[in-house]
């Protein structure tokens, strides 16, 4: 149980829906541990507006905020600077109020990355699965922190992926329009950053987009799911059956939680 008094400092989690979140389980815990007065709670909201970005810069108890889908670019408008990785991802997780001043981060991208260095994971051709915002953190902390072979790149909407692809300054990146099971076979790393998997879309797979079917994984590859809940989507339960390491976003939204809970409260959770 927390008391809450006049000097607690809130953060939380504003996005929608975000009734499955396992946000406030983490950061209620770090909290404790920690011994930090403050409180995580969930700010479920169906649209942005001014007054909300006021009320946050005029509460004294407020310390920040997490951004989820869909509003991690959408919410840069309302802020008052944002940070350097922002410039480029074009999208922020974690909003820091600092004097008055509400200012943006990302930290996604590093919680992104750990799992594959945790899975020895270094270089090699990559097959990256969607253009949305999620894409952004993912390929920026691709081009910082791995040795990338080549990149190919497929979404739903060609413009999107050529945006995405002209955001950064990496030369070796093909936009694909189709699967082919030689194309993915040479790659040693495939990336999910689409919804396909999750809630409604529960009963589908990221390549239902591209009419790509009958495509098989090896043991050499491994496939790495941005959704968390449902922990095994139908993605990762066919790469299993084939033989390739997986990872869901679990251990993403995790790290890339400790990550913010540090701009917060000056503590890398060590758990």
């Not at 969930?42 to 310390?63: A, E, G, T, V, Y």
């Not at 189709?178 to 879309?201: A, P």
């Amino acid at each position: 149980m927390f008391e809450i008094n006049g000097n607690t400092k809130i953060c939380g989690l504003l996005g929608y829906p975000i009734s499955h979140t396992k946000s406030p389980q983490l950061h209620n815990k770090w909290i404790r541990q920690y011994n930090k007065n403050g409180v995580y709670i969930p700010f479920q909201m169906c649209h942005l507006d001014k007054s909300f970005f006021d009320f946050l810069r005029f509460n004294d108890n407020i310390l920040g905020l997490n951004v989820t889908i869909p509003y991690k670019q959408e919410v840069i408008e309302f802020l008052d600077d944002i940070s350097e990785e922002v410039n480029y991802i074009k999208a922020v997780n974690t909003i820091l109020k600092k004097e008055g001043k509400l200012i943006g981060y990302n930290t996604d991208y590093k919680g992104f990355v750990k799992p594959l260095f945790d899975l020895g994971f270094k270089s090699g051709n990559i097959l990256l699965i969607g253009a949305g915002g999620a894409s952004y953190a993912v390929y920026y902390s691709l081009i910082n922190f791995l040795k990338i072979e080549h990149l190919f790149l497929i979404n739903r909407t060609r413009e999107k992926a050529e945006i995405l692809a002209s955001s950064f300054n990496f030369g070796n990146v093909s936009i694909i329009d189709k699967i082919s099971q030689d194309l993915l076979n040479s790659c040693s790393l495939i990336i999910n950053t689409t919804s396909l998997g999750m809630g409604k879309l529960a009963d589908k797979m990221p390549f239902d987009l591209f009419g790509c079917e009958n495509l098989c994984f090896t043991d050499k590859q491994i496939v790495y799911d941005l959704i968390y809940n449902p922990a095994e989507t139908l993605l990762l339960k066919k790469a299993k059956q084939d033989g390739a390491k997986v990872i869901n976003g679990m251990p993403m939204l995790i790290e890339q939680a400790k990550y913010s809970f540090e701009i917060w409260f000056g503590v890398y959770p060590d758990e």
